[in-house]
Nanobody, 122 residues
Framework: QVQLVESGGGLVQAGGSLRLSCAAS????????MGWFRQAPGKEREFVAA????????AYQDSVKDRFTISRGNAKNTVYLQMNSLKPEETAVYYC???????????????WGQGTQVTISS
């Protein structure tokens, strides 16, 4: 059974930083892409960033490109999202996901975590 478990969410002031973690288990993810999405109340779930499990390629939403960094951890099956210079409008539930190809479409991803709440105060 595949499991993706996010952690690291919380409350931070505007301009602050958070690092989200995603621990994956239940299968071999070496051929998979790991992605981060977010969903604010009343809005569609949107792509934030993704990384090939090899680490050779990454992709970002334009609005986060210079502030967020997605990376693989040294620990097995762990992916991080370092978020800097956070803005109040980025308040959302952040989800980890796994899929076969590097893409921004949420339908590309087969497995999803339960999400972690990120709240940025102004």
């Amino acid at each position: 059974q595949v499991q993706l478990v996010e952690s690291g969410g919380g409350l931070v002031q505007a301009g602050g930083s958070l690092r989200l973690s995603c621990a994956a288990s239940g299968r071999t993810f070496s051929s998979y892409v790991m992605g981060w999405f977010r969903q604010a109340p009343g809005k569609e779930r949107e792509f934030v960033a993704a990384i090939m499990w090899s680490g050779s390629r990454t992709a970002y939403q334009d609005s986060v490109k210079d502030r967020f960094t997605i990376s693989r951890g040294n620990a097995k099956n762990t992916v991080y999202l370092q978020m800097n210079s956070l803005k109040p409008e980025e308040t959302a539930v952040y989800y980890c996901a796994a899929g076969p190809t590097l893409a921004a479409r949420k339908y590309n991803y087969d497995y999803w975590g339960q999400g972690t709440q990120v709240t940025i105060s102004s």
